[in-house]
């Protein structure tokens, strides 16, 4: 038994899955940042404040997060396009170290993968560092830092509310827009808003630009540790590492928390 569970195959249903979705989130996400406020972007001549632009953005960003957890992305490896979610998940046992790091490894690969075609924008996309999550130019690092802590523990909070209560489980996705909406408004100023180090990782790369790139995976870290200390009593509810599609989980590497009494089955 213990022999046969060391020698399992590789999951590549798990790891392309994962690479897709990190892959699609940052090639729409981005390109629609590069679209709202890059240099001779018409919609800049339309909607001049950038609040309600940063607010637009977050929440359609949002929206394919959400899209690709419906997804049957979604329905195999759960969508979590995103390396803490991926370790909450693994810090709250739902999934193991060897699936944890499958998962980290194809949404990276897929985060630069996904930036590629993004090169496509040429000078409006280089104006914006191609969507590049960069400290705001009048913030402390501190300041940017705790911004990312606080987004990020935010996010794996809520994930916790909706997906540890069956009367919110099926709406987590219609919560990630909303979220993203609030929290970029107010944060993306100060840090970008990125919650994801894959997200901050693939752009990037691609423009070169790697100030503060410390801040996109220490912030993130630190704020999901803080959720998951907090959060540590929903744990038992969490029956499966997924955004969606609760009742699946064909993957056979997934964790399900075991009946229990009083628990949520």
């Given at each position: 038994m213990g022999k046969s569970?060391?020698?399992q195959p590789f999951p590549w249903s798990l790891f392309l899955s994962e690479l897709i979705g990190t892959g699609l989130l940052l090639l729409c996400?981005?390109?629609?940042?590069?679209?709202m406020f890059g240099t001779g972007s018409p919609v800049i001549r339309v909607i001049l404040n950038e609040g309600p632009r940063r607010q637009i953005t977050g929440f359609i960003f949002g929206t394919v997060g959400a899209l690709i957890s419906l997804s049957p992305v979604g329905k195999v490896s759960g969508a979590h396009i995103n390396p803490v979610v991926t370790f909450a998940f693994f810090l709250f046992r739902k999934i193991d170290?060897?699936?944890a790091v499958v998962y980290v490894l194809g949404q990276l690969t897929g985060a630069i993968l996904g930036c590629l075609p993004l090169l496509a924008w040429g000078a409006m996309g280089r104006s914006v560092a191609f969507?590049?999550?960069l400290p705001g130019r009048f913030y402390p690092l501190g300041m940017v830092l705790g911004g990312e802590i606080v987004t990020t523990f935010c996010l794996i909070t809520m994930l916790c509310v909706f997906i540890g209560f069956r009367a919110l489980r099926r709406f987590t996705p219609a919560m990630i827009p909303v979220l993203?909406?609030?929290?970029?408004?107010?944060?993306a100023p100060a840090s970008g808003t990125s919650t994801n180090p894959a997200r901050s990782l693939g752009p990037a790369i691609i423009s070169g630009q790697w100030n503060g790139w410390w801040i996109y995976w220490v912030g993130p870290v630190i704020g999901m540790l803080v959720a998951v200390v907090v959060c540590n009593s929903l744990a038992h509810r969490v029956e499966v590492a997924k955004l969606y599609h609760f009742e699946t989980d064909r993957s056979g590497l997934l964790r399900r928390t075991p009946k229990k009494a009083g628990g949520v089955t």
């Open positions: 569970q060391e020698r996400g981005l390109s629609l940042v590069i679209f170290a060897r699936t969507g590049a999550t993203y909406a609030i929290m970029s408004y107010y944060e």
